[in-house]
């Protein structure tokens, strides 16, 4: 059974503050993503990447960085966390061959206050 | 880069009824198209996918399509139960050195009433 887990289901963090998002996945996959999710406007893609130390900006990269020293482990950085990142944040994965299913994390909801 | 749009927003249909929710893509190189659904406070999962050499697929009471000259594609739900009660979201993968990015549309908040 795929797990793709994320470090925390809720985070409260103040403005200014430099916030880490774990996610860890444990079916040796190559491509690792970061989605916000908000009301109305879906699934917005951050950061994806297909290897380690491989990344690529998605549709709003803008005041977040990503790491990924180790297959397994994606992480999301908001360097200086502001109100406008309070939101759900989704980790997927899946394998690099033939384009196939993704899978999602719990999802962690951060409150930037 | 690749631009994915679903239509409607919301839809609510009567128990037993079909559901049809649309999608459009912009890139005519995507070669994957998923459908997940999302039920209230749980993660999204994947519930069928079609890919770009097929134009068909179905799975019981869910059905996709893919126009791929048109560059749109469809679920369908047929004789639609209260627990298909989700939002529903339509993706597509692009090609060209981003292998397996997944980029989805909007939602659809699929109400069914009993």
């Known amino acids: 059974d795929v797990k793709v887990t994320q470090s925390s289901r809720y985070l409260v963090k103040r403005t200014g503050e430099k916030v880490f998002l774990e996610c860890v996945q444990d079916?040796?996959?190559?491509?690792m993503f970061w989605y916000r999710q908000d009301p109305g406007l879906g699934l917005r893609l951050i950061y994806f990447s297909y290897d380690v130390k491989m990344k690529e900006k998605g549709d709003i990269p803008e005041g977040y960085s990503v790491s990924r020293e180790k297959k397994e482990r994606f992480s999301l950085i908001l360097e200086s966390a502001s109100t406008n990142q309070t939101s759900m944040y989704l980790c997927a994965s899946s394998s690099r061959q033939g384009n196939t299913e993704a899978f999602f994390g719990q999802g962690t909801r951060l409150t930037v206050v | 880069g690749e631009n994915v749009e679903q239509h409607p927003s919301t839809l609510s249909v009567q128990e037993g009824d079909s559901a049809v929710i649309k999608c459009t893509y912009s890139?005519?190189?995507?070669?994957?198209f998923p459908w997940y659904k999302q039920e209230l406070g749980k993660r999204p999962q994947l519930i069928i996918d079609?890919?770009?050499?097929?134009g068909e697929k179905k799975d019981q009471r869910i059905a996709v399509t893919l126009n791929k000259t048109a560059k749109h594609f469809s679920l369908h739900i047929t004789e639609t139960q209260p627990e298909d009660s989700a939002v529903y979201f339509c993706?597509?993968?692009?090609?060209?050195?981003?292998?397996?990015?997944?980029?989805f549309g909007k939602g659809t908040k699929l109400s069914v009433k009993p």
């Open positions: 993706a597509a993968t692009p090609y060209g050195g981003s292998q397996g990015n997944l980029i």
């Open positions: 079916m040796d996959h190559e491509n």
């Open positions: 890139d005519s190189a995507s070669n994957y």
């Open positions: 079609i890919r770009s050499n097929v």
